[in-house]
């Protein structure tokens, strides 16, 4: 991905006393950066070349355990380290953290120097590299939707999780003056992450009380993924900083709508639009019809890559505008997979499937990985569904819970093949371990529902 400065620039800025501070990150299983802040002498003498950081950062969950079950990494064998290498056309000024500057790193094997086959990055490297091999290039865009709250993480942490506030009082779809409310932090984002090199488009409200989404121009795969990460990351720290609290939850609230992360997805080949045909049906081409038969044939085999933990699964509820089926329709939000600008050069395809809660690396990587097998295969498109798909009977459910989904991830023909039985175990035991966690919890529904009437 290309940053917004060179090695060369990073060292005059070193020298010069502008940048003081590199952050090292790369991206977890949960899409989280994680890594290292070097005093930037350091960096540019002699940490440019590699660190190290422990393996299970790339076997942990959300609360930072341990689980056992991976064979990748474990007590057993020590927990050794992993060399995080600094990919230097990802260097970027960071112009919300002072005197600060990024890189990205990808995983590799302590021993081997071999890209780590479950990080992320690689993941998803992987399947741009099968389709280079086919003569395409994938070119895509995420959606961020998040909600902003009046309280700060501290306050809701102290506060048990309960009352909180979102920073606005109505739906702000669209909504001019409420947003406008917002601009104290809305518009800290959308400038520092433009001078940060990310070709933001714009934010809006979103269709809830303090939701929000920002749009980040299309892009290769690869840097999509990272603008994403990036961004995702960009947001809870600037409204940290304003004394705000933003959550990428998909479901906060059983009576507010979700968060989404929409995946818009062409392939392109010698710098033009491959999906595209003035001639074919809508302006598809044939191998848009392919790419999609794969897509959608495969989406319940990669669900948990779309929506990873329990509360993922509390937003596909019918008229929230989530979808709950696996067909295509035209310029249809009720749909699992939208076709957007039919008869355009901007035909794509938007997959509305997916929470705000993924990891754009993953998500991306199962998707191109189904698309591709859709491509190798010919296969065939059904056609668009009409109407509300959300009272098609006939219609492939989406896996309602993430216990269907780690079974439909486990026994995935498709995805061993296409990324390794080893990735696809090192997942399954990730999803595994979350319903795991679920399950010996007692939550506050079942006390106050049955604690006087059971």
Not at 8 to 24: F, N, P, Q, S
Not at 35 to 43: D, E, L, P, Q, S
Not at 293 to 303: F, R, V, W
Request: glycine share 8%.
């Amino acid at each position: 991905m290309a940053g917004n400065m060179t090695f060369e620039a990073l060292k005059a800025a070193v020298k010069d006393g502008t940048i003081d501070t590199v952050l090292t990150c790369f991206p977890d299983m949960q899409g989280r950066l994680m890594g290292k802040r070097f005093h930037a002498v350091n960096f540019v003498k002699t940490s440019f070349k590699e660190t190290h950081c422990c393996n299970y950062l790339l076997a942990t969950d959300l609360e930072m355990a341990t689980p056992d079950g991976y064979a990748a990494t474990s007590w057993q064998s020590g927990y050794g380290d992993y060399i995080m290498a600094p990919d230097l056309t990802t260097i970027r000024r960071l112009p919300w953290l002072e005197g600060t500057a990024m890189v990205l790193c990808d995983i590799l094997d302590h021993h081997s120097h071999e890209p780590v086959p479950h990080s992320p990055r690689q993941m998803l490297k992987k399947q741009v590299a099968r389709l280079k091999a086919l003569g395409f290039d994938a070119m895509m865009a995420t959606e961020l939707e998040f909600f902003l709250f009046a309280q700060s993480f501290d306050d809701i942490r102290k506060g048990g999780f309960r009352d909180m506030q979102p920073i606005s009082g109505y739906n702000e779809d669209y909504h001019i003056f409420q947003t406008t409310k917002e601009e104290g932090v809305m518009r800290p984002i959308r400038n520092h992450l433009f001078d940060a090199g990310l070709p933001v488009e714009n934010s809006k409200g979103e269709a809830e009380t303090g939701q929000e989404e920002l749009n980040i121009r299309y892009a290769d795969a690869l840097d999509c993924a990272d603008h994403h990460t990036i961004a995702k990351n960009a947001i809870k720290e600037i409204a940290w900083q304003h004394g705000h609290a933003a959550t990428f939850l998909p479901k906060w609230h059983h009576d507010k709508v979700g968060s989404s992360s929409h995946v818009h997805q062409s392939l392109w080949k010698d710098d033009a639009p491959a999906f595209h045909d003035t001639d074919g049906d809508l302006g598809m081409s044939d191998l848009m019809r392919h790419y999609m038969a794969g897509l959608i044939a495969y989406a319940p085999d990669y669900t948990f890559f779309l929506a990873p933990y329990i509360n993922s699964y509390k937003r596909f509820a019918k008229g929230t505008f989530a979808p709950t089926k696996t067909v295509w329709s035209v310029d249809n939000r009720t749909a699992g997979f939208r076709l957007c600008g039919d008869g355009t050069k901007g035909i794509r395809v938007e997959c509305r499937i997916g929470g705000s809660d993924l990891n754009p690396y993953l998500a991306q990587a199962a998707m191109l990985a189904a698309g591709i097998k859709g491509i190798e295969d010919k296969m065939d498109l059904a056609p668009p569904t009409k109407g509300d798909v959300y009272e098609d009977a006939k219609a492939q459910d989406i896996p309602q819970t993430l216990r269907a989904a780690t079974e439909t991830l486990r026994n995935s023909a498709f995805l061993r093949e296409a990324m390794g039985d080893d990735v696809i175990a090192h997942y399954t035991r990730c999803a595994e371990w979350e319903q795991e966690e679920f399950d010996r919890v007692v939550t506050d529904w079942e006390i106050a529902r049955g604690f006087e009437r059971a």
